[in-house]
């Protein structure tokens, strides 16, 4: 390892492409061993090399999307300069088709020079065939192309579609919290469905932190229920964290530190 990184500083050293190919050619085990070189040939006036190494890394290492970002930019930023702007924009709808994302999206969007109510649509037409059969796929995914759905149509502002997508398809629990915290203030019931598995996955980490973290959330409900004029549907929460987990003697001090009285009693 310490001898190929001397031979690549070398190389580097010399300014020469075709002495970093040679250290490199047989042990491309990155997407950045094939953007240094394209950086190298690019420097050089080789453009069209640098192209050709760019795109062959993004081929080699498809299956590392999460580590592609700097050899794209890179690539579409060649592109640009030689005037294919319809192929740099091309290059990142690949991308969001590959491992759609709000991330893909977004930057797909700041590649496109005019029309992007299109690509949006585009984007989200894509999406919604993937969602449909999502369930039915076999294919190992990072991500379920609900995920990216949901994530989109909130980033839009358009959180009732949003919500109707999660609740047909399922979405991960980051975006379902972030969904839920954004539909608070006109359906308080809907969050509180969200926010009651969540405290008790909270409780069975067992530990005083994450305690504290459940007890914040049930504070959160309380209000909610209030505001929908369904303090029974705290009260039910309550009555499980302190039937259910009775023996947890944190938590119970915890609860008790809220002055809540207890629904079993009443």
Known sequence: ?????????????????????????????????????????????????????????LADHADRAWQLDGLRDFLGGLLRSLGEVDAA????????????????????????????????????SVLREAVASQEM???RVRTRPSDALVDILMFEGDTAEAW??????GCDRRTLMTLARAREADHPLDA????????????DQKNNNAYRAA????????????SAGAPERFDEVLGRARTEHRAKRNLKKLLDAKAWPDPRRA
């Not at 420097?43 to 890394?57: L, Q, S």
């Not at 109707?164 to 398809?169: K, L, R, T």
């Open 137 to 139: 796929s076999a294919q």
């Open 192 to 203: 509180i469905d969200v926010y009651d598995p969540e405290v008790f996955a909270l409780i």
């Open 1 to 57: 390892f310490a001898l190929r990184n001397a031979m690549i500083g070398w190389a580097l050293g010399t300014g020469d492409p075709d002495a970093l190919i040679e250290v490199k050619q047989h042990d491309l085990r990155l997407p950045d061993d094939h953007l240094e070189v394209a950086r190298l040939l690019a420097a050089t006036g080789r453009i069209d090399e640098a192209i050709e190494w760019a795109r062959r890394g």
């Open 89 to 124: 924009v091309d290059l990142f709808w690949q991308a969001f088709t590959a491992s759609p994302s709000l991330e893909a999206y977004r930057r797909l969007l700041d590649e496109v020079p005019h029309d992007p109510d299109e690509w949006r649509t585009r984007c989200v």
């Open 164 to 169: 109707n997508v999660a609740q047909d398809h």
């Open 215 to 226: 007890v914040d959330l049930m504070a959160r409900i309380e209000r909610l229920a209030a």
